[in-house]
């Protein structure tokens, strides 16, 4: 697979890299468009993330916010993406409302992934029934168990590359998620993954060196068959890569 890998010290270290390279991207593609797309993860480490990308003088105002994938709770829950990015990157970066395209995860999960998340995307990219958005930047974590957005090993939307976004029950949270797909992931321009400590070294490894079975190594999804692939990883999390 052909994908970049940078390995830093620390979470701090890696959020800074990694917010710097992200904007980077956003800055080529706002050289020759008038706006830019961005879909964010949730989780522990997008909070470094967010804090960074925010404190940078940047055109928010260009860039069209979305969610890779987003727990089905009120948006003033702590467990809500939304609010992450909310009180991390959107209000500190003055990201105005209307370029914000959220998850409405306090709606039945059905409803908020199709049609009120789907039709959004759809609506912004212009696109036909059938088509999957290319978006310009999407940003991806992992879980200890190899999961990226919310696509965990054994989904039975592991081999789903048609549509655009699907609500999923996690047996393990006993939670209800929107997730964007395989195809989407795969379709993006460029893709970032940000993972951060030892308990992910062992699936850091696996993703890498085994071979491809994204039913057990989801995160291979977007690395393996990606465009533009890029892993920060601090050293705890990349302790076990040769």
């Given at each position: 697979m052909s994908v970049r890998?940078?390995?830093?010290?620390?979470?701090?270290?890696?959020?800074?890299?990694?917010?710097?390279?992200?904007?980077?991207?956003?800055?080529?593609v706002l050289a020759g468009r008038d706006a830019a797309t961005l879909a964010v993860s949730?989780?522990?480490?997008?909070?470094?993330?967010?804090?960074?990308?925010?404190?940078?003088?940047?055109?928010w105002e260009r860039v069209s916010l979305f969610f890779v994938d987003e727990r089905c709770v009120s948006p003033t829950d702590d467990q809500s993406n939304?609010?992450?990015?909310?009180?991390?990157?959107?209000?500190?970066?003055?990201?105005?409302?209307?370029?914000?395209?959220?998850v409405f995860?306090?709606?039945?999960?059905?409803?908020?992934?199709?049609?009120?998340?789907?039709?959004?995307?759809?609506?912004?990219?212009?696109?036909a029934e059938g088509e999957?958005?290319?978006f310009d930047v999407i940003h991806c974590g992992m879980g200890p168990d190899a999961h990226t957005a919310s696509l965990f090993p054994g989904s039975e939307w592991l081999d789903d590359h048609e549509h655009i976004a699907a609500p999923v029950y996690v047996e393990k949270f006993r939670m209800w998620r929107v997730t964007l797909l395989p195809g989407v992931l795969q379709a993006a321009k460029h893709?970032?993954?940000?993972?951060?400590?030892?308990?992910?070294?062992?699936?850091?490894?696996?993703?890498f060196q085994e071979e491809y079975d994204p039913k057990?190594?989801?995160?291979?999804?977007?690395?393996?068959?990606?465009?533009?692939v890029t892993w920060f990883l601090d050293e705890a999390a990349a302790r076990l890569l040769d």
């Open positions: 890998r940078h390995t830093l010290p620390d979470p701090m270290a890696t959020a800074e890299a990694c917010a710097h390279h992200i904007l980077m991207l956003l800055e080529q949730g989780g522990t480490t997008p909070k470094l993330l967010f804090d960074r990308m925010a404190a940078v003088k940047f055109p939304y609010k992450l990015a909310l009180e991390h990157l959107i209000r500190p970066a003055h990201i105005p409302p209307h370029n914000v395209h959220r995860g306090e709606l039945d999960p059905l409803r908020a992934a199709a049609p009120r998340y789907v039709e959004d995307i759809r609506e912004y990219f212009g696109l999957l958005p290319r893709t970032v993954f940000a993972v951060t400590g030892e308990d992910k070294a062992e699936m850091v490894r696996a993703v057990r190594y989801p995160a291979q999804i977007a690395s393996h068959h990606g465009r533009g």
